[in-house]
């Protein structure tokens, strides 16, 4: 019963900054790839960033130069570091880990942008 247990989200104003957190409730071995996806109503679920166990680390396009992934492999947990925010960021966030045999997935964290 492994669980990624998210913290973070909310409401900031446009501009503003947030940091989301994702941490393991148990071990999870093989690790290949962690980051965060968010899905807004209505549209696809888009991958917003990813680092691999090679320190490899994607962002998409939308988010370059405002959004930071982070990992800390001591206390097991990934972050989002999350910088002038705009509205079309609105969104439920979702972090996932991607191991040899098995994905897991966060359970969302709603981030609301606006006035």
């Known amino acids: 019963q492994v669980q990624l247990v998210e913290s973070g989200g909310g409401l900031v104003q446009p501009g503003g900054s947030l940091r989301l957190s994702c941490a393991a409730s148990?071990?999870?071995?093989?690790?290949?790839?962690t980051g965060w996806y968010r899905q807004a109503p209505g549209k696809q679920r888009e991958l917003v960033a990813r680092?691999?166990?090679?320190?490899?680390?994607n962002y998409a396009d939308s988010v370059k130069g405002r959004f930071t992934i982070s990992r800390d492999n001591g206390e097991n947990t990934v972050y989002l570091q999350m910088n002038s925010l705009k509205p079309e960021d609105t969104a439920v966030y979702y972090c996932?880990?991607?191991?040899?045999?098995?994905?897991?997935w966060g359970q969302g964290t709603q981030v609301t942008v606006s006035s």
């Open positions: 996932y880990v991607i191991t040899a045999t098995y994905d897991y």
């Open positions: 680092i691999t166990s090679g320190h490899r680390v």
């Open positions: 148990g071990s999870i071995l093989s690790i290949y790839a």
